[in-house]
């Protein structure tokens, strides 16, 4: 920290260096730190609190239509809404809230729970749902596995959260919570938000694998650059390699994979300046 007009700064980032390196931040966030007093030469310029929550804003801003959608139907905004479904539907019916809106959940927007989840990560899915104002659809999975210390903070702080927004933000987020229905009698949470309890829609797991499909295919770069969903049949830039036993030839088709990501004319020059190959992925 330090003081300046008896002011306290916050040093967030160092502006001195070579102006191509601070190009990018400054263009993106020109409006945004309008109020931002020029370095001199010698001196660091140190932002304050608001100057640094207006500069994060706008990023944030860039990235804002990539989560939006509308709600989906029957479920109400303002409150949690409970869906129990059977425990191997879970995962899929969270991917089915998203589907119908033609959209990815981002890694901020779910959280899978297991009996080792702590209320402090609970309690951060909340207050980025009743914080959002962006319309952001957020979910909590597999929350019947929550211990009851965990699921009784979780709903003090959510109910704590509800009351220190704004009423129009009160009303408006969105907050999904799916629960397996073989541990309804035995979980706590459950019991809590029963009365919000909505109708799931059926999880036609078809429809999943064509919505996913969908969205992993990658379009022909306008540059004329190969992507690496080249090296996938469909062009998908996700697949899976999973087997129920060993010595089927997962490896052998991941190594495939990546001998032919290596041929590629992007890749080639890349893989000259470094020792490490490309991996695709793990197979399971």
């Given at each position: 920290?330090?003081?300046?007009?008896?002011?306290?700064?916050?040093?967030?980032?160092?502006?001195?260096?070579?102006?191509?390196?601070?190009?990018g931040l400054l263009?993106?966030?020109?409006?945004?730190?309008?109020g931002l007093r020029?370095?001199?030469?010698?001196?660091?310029?140190?932002?304050?609190?608001?100057?640094?929550?207006?500069?994060?804003?706008?990023?944030?801003?860039?990235?804002?239509?990539?989560?939006?959608?509308?709600?989906?139907?029957?479920?109400?905004?303002?409150?949690?809404?409970?869906?129990?479904?059977?425990?191997?539907?879970?995962?899929?019916?969270?991917?089915?809230?998203?589907?119908?809106?033609?959209?990815?959940?981002?890694?901020?927007?779910?959280?899978?729970?297991?009996?080792?989840?702590?209320?402090?990560?609970?309690?951060?899915?909340?207050?980025?749902?009743?914080?959002?104002?962006?319309?952001?659809?957020?979910?909590?999975?597999?929350?019947?596995?929550?211990?009851?210390?965990?699921?009784?903070?979780?709903?003090?702080?959510?109910?704590?959260?509800?009351?220190?927004?704004?009423?129009?933000?009160?009303?408006?987020?969105?907050?999904?919570?799916?629960?397996?229905?073989?541990?309804?009698?035995?979980?706590?949470?459950?019991?809590?938000?029963?009365?919000?309890?909505?109708?799931?829609?059926?999880?036609?797991?078809?429809?999943?694998?064509?919505?996913?499909?969908?969205?992993f295919t990658e379009?022909?770069?306008?540059?004329?650059?190969?992507?690496?969903?080249?090296?996938?049949?469909?062009?998908?830039?996700?697949?899976?390699?999973?087997?129920?036993?060993?010595?089927?030839?997962?490896?052998?088709?991941?190594?495939?994979?990546?001998?032919?990501?290596?041929?590629?004319?992007?890749?080639?020059?890349?893989?000259?300046?470094?020792?490490?190959?490309?991996?695709?992925?793990?197979?399971?």
């Amino acid at each position: 920290l330090k003081n300046r007009d008896n002011k306290k700064k916050l040093a967030a980032f160092d502006l001195s260096g070579h102006p191509r390196e601070r190009s990018g931040l400054l263009s993106s966030s020109a409006q945004s730190m309008s109020g931002l007093r020029e370095s001199s030469s010698a001196e660091l310029t140190y932002l304050s609190l608001d100057e640094l929550g207006r500069v994060l804003a706008c990023l944030a801003s860039r990235v804002r239509h990539l989560s939006q959608g509308e709600l989906p139907k029957g479920l109400t905004p303002g409150r949690p809404n409970l869906l129990v479904v059977p425990e191997a539907d879970v995962l899929g019916t969270v991917l089915d809230l998203y589907a119908q809106s033609s959209i990815l959940p981002q890694s901020p927007e779910v959280l899978v729970c297991t009996p080792t989840t702590t209320a402090e990560e609970v309690a951060l899915l909340f207050r980025r749902a009743l914080n959002d104002q962006c319309s952001n659809l957020y979910c909590l999975a597999n929350a019947d596995q929550l211990d009851y210390s965990v699921s009784s903070q979780a709903m003090a702080d959510l109910q704590q959260f509800s009351n220190e927004v704004d009423l129009t933000t009160a009303e408006n987020y969105r907050l999904v919570v799916v629960c397996g229905r073989e541990n309804e009698e035995h979980a706590w949470i459950m019991s809590a938000l029963d009365r919000f309890r909505c109708n799931p829609k059926p999880c036609l797991q078809n429809e999943l694998r064509h919505y996913l499909l969908t969205r992993f295919t990658e379009q022909p770069l306008s540059s004329g650059q190969q992507s690496a969903a080249c090296v996938d049949g469909n062009l998908s830039c996700v697949r899976l390699v999973a087997s129920l036993r060993s010595g089927v030839g997962k490896s052998l088709f991941v190594q495939g994979c990546e001998e032919a990501l290596s041929t590629l004319d992007c890749n080639v020059a890349e893989l000259k300046k470094r020792q490490v190959p490309i991996r695709v992925c793990v197979p399971v």
